[in-house]
């Protein structure tokens, strides 16, 4: 336990944090991001079996008609199925098999196995995550998702941590650009949770979200299978952190796009 609590310590260390955006941060804007999604570099027969398994109790009986019915779905299994606990850093197979068994997943776990099931789906995807420019180590950032949502023609910001999306004047949901261009524009967004009962406290979507300082970056080039593998070789063996500098070495690494500011604020 002592040496599990350790290995945590050292891979939330702010060194190793800052160390990752120096080496896998890229300036942007918002037409380039048009051209990244997961379902690029991980196809459907890529996705491992027990993700196809557990994707038919999900929708066993009743696939909803529409793009955001079948994002809620999803959704609600997930959040009613996992209980959440430390974070795994494991093959995504193994991944789900752990967060199912209700012994870990952090919101980075819950949106990289939520990619997967959009791939199976049929459901444009991708990742996203929020850190503070100037870096606040009280702040460990925040993993969320945006669909394509084909019935809207637009992507939807999407948190299957808490079953949120955003708002601002009509019903339909905001994407990742629309809510910080709404918000730095000084207006006021809204969120809503999709599942019944469920609530989540403004103090952390002002946190995970709208606090000043608050930047999204976009997660480009996820390479499901190739992490799988680096990791099912080298886990327990070798720190998680290690493993993901090899998949940079080997130029094979995701990276981060900063489609708002310059991710350099980070360090300053």
């Not at 606990?85 to 967060?99: D, I, K, N, R």
Request: aromatic share 16%.
């Amino acid at each position: 336990m002592i040496f599990e609590k350790l290995l945590w310590a050292v891979k939330r260390h702010p060194f190793l944090y800052l160390t990752r955006f120096r080496l896998l941060s890229k300036n942007s804007n918002i037409q380039d991001i048009d051209a990244f999604d997961y379902n690029t570099l991980n196809k459907k027969p890529q996705i491992p079996s027990y993700f196809h398994d557990v994707n038919a109790r999900i929708f066993k009986g009743h696939t909803p008609d529409t793009d955001l019915e079948k994002v809620k779905q999803l959704g609600l299994w997930l959040k009613s199925n996992i209980k959440g606990g430390p974070g795994l850093s494991e093959p995504s197979e193994q991944a789900l098999h752990t967060m199912l068994s209700g012994k870990g997943g952090v919101c980075s776990d819950m949106a990289q196995i939520f990619n997967n099931f959009c791939v199976i789906n049929e459901l444009a995807v991708r990742e996203w995550g929020t850190t503070t420019a100037p870096f606040n180590k009280e702040f460990g950032g925040h993993s969320f998702n945006e669909v394509y949502i084909k019935e809207l023609n637009k992507w939807v910001l999407v948190d299957i941590s808490y079953n949120i999306m955003f708002y601002f004047d009509t019903d339909e949901p905001l994407s990742v650009i629309e809510l910080y261009q709404i918000k730095r524009s000084g207006y006021k967004v809204i969120y809503k949770n999709f599942g019944e009962g469920d609530t989540v406290s403004l103090k952390i979507i002002n946190k995970n979200y709208l606090n000043e300082g608050v930047t999204p970056f976009l997660i480009c080039n996820y390479r499901n299978a190739i992490y799988d593998k680096y990791l099912a070789i080298t886990r327990p063996y070798v720190p998680v952190f290690m493993t993901h500098f090899m998949i940079f070495l080997v130029r094979k690494s995701y990276h981060y796009r900063f489609p708002l500011d310059n991710y350099k604020r980070i360090f300053s």
